[in-house]
């Protein structure tokens, strides 16, 4: 067994790689010991999403949000909705270190299904962050993605976010594409690479 469920991201604790965190759909979160099998839910939010629609909760977790452990300190766990969380005690406490970075756009995130049943799992949640960054060269420099096309840099730490997402004819991105995954740039203190999907 390890953490989390059939749609999440998982990530080992760099220095003891026993030490498993798991996210799944519905913002949950599960941290697994494999050296003891001890397991804790160490979810974000509280609230259990299954059945409403992504515009009536609080914060909106993708089917498989992202999951993401500084490179600069291993204890520092990021965790992302349609804000970005961050811990740095293995999940006891979270803090919200962004305001949202979707577009937010409300008719994109009514309940789907019907009549009978809904079938709001979160796999149909949109105005959510599907990618997260940080620089290798510098801590506090994080990048997002969303799935309605925006890019934010934070240079602070999430005090402070500033879009930068490409625009132009050449090098711009289309309107409400999804950011599917970036990366920091291995030489280039100020690089990222991202990739983009239109297909939804």
């Known amino acids: 067994p390890t953490a989390g ?41 509280p609230d259990n999403p299954m059945g409403w629609g992504a515009a009536e909760l609080k914060y909106r977790f993708n089917w498989n949000f992202p999951l993401m452990i500084s490179p600069h300190d291993p204890d520092t766990l990021y965790a ?20 949202d970075l979707t577009r937010n756009i409300k008719e994109k995130q009514v309940s789907s299904g019907g009549p009978i049943t809904q079938d709001n799992t979160s ?3 949109y105005g959510t962050i599907f990618a997260v960054a940080e620089s290798l060269f510098e801590k506090g420099v994080i990048w997002t993605g969303s799935d309605d096309g925006l890019v934010y840099i934070s240079r ?14 050449s090098n711009g991105l289309p309107k409400d594409i999804q950011i599917n995954s970036i990366e920091a740039h291995p030489y280039d203190a100020g690089g ?9």
């Open 123 to 125: 796999v149909e949640y």
């Open 156 to 169: 602070d730490g999430g005090q402070n976010w500033e879009d930068v997402t490409p625009t132009g004819r």
């Open 80 to 99: 992302a909705a349609n804000v970005l969380f961050k811990t740095t005690d293995a999940g006891q406490t979270w803090q919200a270190i962004s305001p």
């Open 5 to 45: 469920g059939e749609s999440g991201h998982v990530v080992a604790h760099p220095d003891n790689p026993d030490i498993v965190y798991g996210g799944s759909y519905g913002g949950y979160l599960i941290r697994y010991d494999h050296g003891n099998g001890d397991t804790r839910a160490i979810n974000v939010w």
């Open 192 to 200: 990222l690479y991202l990739a983009a999907t239109a297909y939804k």
